[in-house]
T-cell receptor, first 112, second 112 residues
């Protein structure tokens, strides 16, 4: 069964304390892996797309990496404004059928 | 450029009532989709469209109808509301199904 699992469910960091969020997946026919940020009461906001193992993308304090089984979102020296829920989504295609599967997210709280 | 807009922002329905959630985008995107977001379950795909006149079912389509008469609009109809449809609904668009999605602000629906 196609599945996307994110860990941890929640994470509290002190400002400046670097950490990583994990997204592991089991799907057939991976087409791409997406990271989104969601603030309370708002829709998800796109961060990164990764298409193949070994690929990395960076934006400010965030860096996303991809292997054949999982993706990591590394947060370097986080600030309170980085507090949000981070969602991972996998797009897969088998026999012409597309699936877009979201994980349940990691709630990040960065304390000043 | 407003992006993806959704109306209403909040709605309360009684069991058995019907209503339409509106979604519009001004990015000329071909792909549009509807998701529901429930605590602990992540975003789940209800229906999607790869272009005007073409729609298909997602993971949880029962109780919902969609149509796509124009590129810009993709309304979601609840035929006979049930308490199980209490959720937050997000509309999203993308230039193609394989690219990142842009989400609207969401509609919080409560069915009593």
């Amino acid at each position: 069964e196609d599945q996307v699992t994110q860990s941890p469910e929640a994470l509290r960091l002190q400002e400046g304390e670097s950490s990583s969020l994990n997204c592991s997946y089991t799907v057939s026919g991976l087409r791409g892996l997406f990271w989104y940020r969601q603030d309370p009461g708002k829709g998800p906001e796109f961060l990164f797309t990764l298409y193949s193992a070994g690929e990395e993308k960076e934006k400010e304090r965030l860096k996303a990496t991809l292997t054949k089984k999982e993706s990591f979102l590394h947060i370097t020296a986080p600030k309170p404004e980085d507090s949000a829920t981070y969602l991972c989504a996998v797009q897969a295609s088998t026999s012409g059928t597309y699936k877009y599967i979201f994980g349940t997210g990691t709630r990040l709280k960065v304390l000043a | 450029n407003a992006g993806v807009t959704q109306t209403p922002k909040f709605q309360v329905l009684k069991t058995g009532q019907s209503m339409t959630l509106q979604c519009a985008q001004d990015m000329n995107h071909e792909y549009m989709s509807w998701y529901r977001q429930d605590p602990g379950m992540g975003l789940r795909l209800i229906h999607y469209s790869v272009g005007a006149g073409i729609t298909d079912q997602g993971e949880v389509p029962n109780g919902y109808n969609v149509s796509r008469s124009t590129t810009e609009d993709f309304p979601l109809r609840l035929l006979s509301a049930a308490p199980s449809q209490t959720s937050v609904y997000f509309c999203a668009s993308s230039r193609d199904r394989e690219y990142e999605q842009y989400f609207g602000p969401g509609t919080r629906l409560t069915v009593t």
